[in-house]
């Protein structure tokens, strides 16, 4: 399937419960084409001595700024010299995510949210423990602009900006075909994490719900994504991930019947043991959905000792 339309998996691993990302390599005139980079650790760059020997890359294309996707970017590049793209939005983002400013600010925020000091702490070091797996920084040569278009291995693609899962996430979409890279966007088997962080877009859930509507349009048909195999039929994907948002929309306004901490809801919401990994995921859920009850003002959020409390 992939190999019709030049396309080649490389699919890493990761040490999370995620356990893969799905990276592409496609062949073009002057050479190949990357998408997306994978985490710098050992075994990612082992993997791309491999699957690049003998082959000269023209570009990488980086989707969203997230470590899975961006980390080994900036590798890759002084390997192979190749022109870097992403959207403007997600390299601010990426350069700025990991810096010690950022992570001492998402602490506080943490303490704001209820969570336990402790924990607080142990959250904190785990954003700070990312820092290694996504850097060295790469230099940007080009912005994506919407609506651009990018030839990926046969055929070209529109960029689509479909903000939500990262502020600034883009897609690559070709209309003959009805093909869409659809990276995180829209997943098959789960439902990417939207979250807010504390800072950036204050309303992930509402730009996420849009931006499926307006893939949604396309009806695309195959879908590629970046975790997960192939499939087909994006609508009915998007109609399965904008349900499940109502049913957690609707559970999150059942647990703030009291006033309560971020912390409380997001242990009502996520009922499964987590990693400390897992638990700033299910936080920036968690937020994500009480920020986007409050901005339809079904809810509303008071600070009581540097604490937030949401309530209906
Ligand atoms: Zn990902």
Redesign the pocket.
Known sequence: MLGKLGLQLVKLDLPFR?NH?NCFLAEGEDGWTIIDAGLHNKETVQRWEQELAGKTVTDILITHY?P??FGYAGGLQEKTGARLSMSEIDADAGMSAWQDHTIKAIRESYVAAGIPAELADKMGGNTEEFIAAVTPYPEVDHYFQEGESVKIGKYKYEVIFTPGHADGMVTFYNKEKKVLLS??HILPKITPNISYWFHGNPDPLASYLKSLDKIKKLDADLVIP??GKPFHGANNRIDEIKSHHEDRLTETLDAIRQSITVYDACGKLFKKELTIHEMRFAIGETLAHLEHLRHREECRREEENGQWLYFI
């Open positions: 995620l990302v997230h899975d996707h990276t995180d970046s975790h």
